[in-house]
C-alpha cells in the first residue's frame, strides 16, 4: 500500500545518462520514489506486469505515431495510470490525440527541475497539464467524447482568421515546417494551432480535420 505522500514513478528512457539524470532530479524532490526504470518499450510493460506506480514519465526517442501508439497500449492496459511525456523541443505531437491515447500530462526537455516536480505533482494527482510552444499552461478538459464528430453549423465564427489559414493548408497537403515557413511561424506553433482547431471542432486526429474543412468549409 502506498504512502499517501509519496508518488510512485516509473520512468522510461533509453539513455542511460538522462535517465539518470530524471531520476537524481526527482528523487532530490520530497515525496517522490522512482520504483521502476524502463530502458525500451518492452521494458515498460514488464515493469508495469511488476510494479504499480502513481505515474509513469516516457522521454523515448520514438516517432510520434510510435509514441501514441505506445501510450495508447499502456492506457488500454492500466486505464488509471497517469502518463506524463517528457519531450523534445523539436517533436511535433497532436496533444488531442495522445490525451486520448491516455496521456495526462507534456513538459519540454528545456524546463527546469522545480518545473518538472510541479507537473509531476499535477499529474499524479489527476489534473492535466500541457504547454504550448511559448512554455504557458494550457488547461485541457477532455474526456473520450473527443472522438464524436459534432454538427456545427456555423464554423467560420469558430476558428480564428489564422486558424482557417493554416487549416487551408493543411488540407492542401503542406507539412507543419513547410505551413511554418510559409507564414514565418514555428512549427511548435503551427502545431498549436492545429491542435486548438481540434478541441474547438471536437474532432480526434488530423485527417477528421481535413475532412471538416472539405465538407464544411469547402477548402
Sequence with gaps: MHSLHTIHILIACE????????KLLIEKEEGFKII?????????????HEATPDIVIINLNLEADSLD???KNVHDKYPKLPILLFMKDSMEISLAELIV???????????SEDKL????RCVASGNLYFEDPKNCRINCHLSHKICEIPKLDNLNHVLSEREHEILKLISNGLSYKEIAAQLFISSRTVESHKNNMMVKLNVKNKNELIRYAIEKLNM
Design 36 to 48: 521502476g526504470e524502463a530502458n525500451d518499450i518492452n521494458d515498460v510493460f514488464h515493469l508495469l
Design 117 to 120: 516536480a510541479e507537473v509531476i
Design 101 to 111: 491515447s491516455g496521456v495526462r500530462g507534456v513538459i519540454w526537455e528545456e524546463n
Design 15 to 22: 539513455f542511460v545518462i538522462l535517465r539518470n539524470g530524471i
Design 69 to 71: 501508439s505506445l501510450c
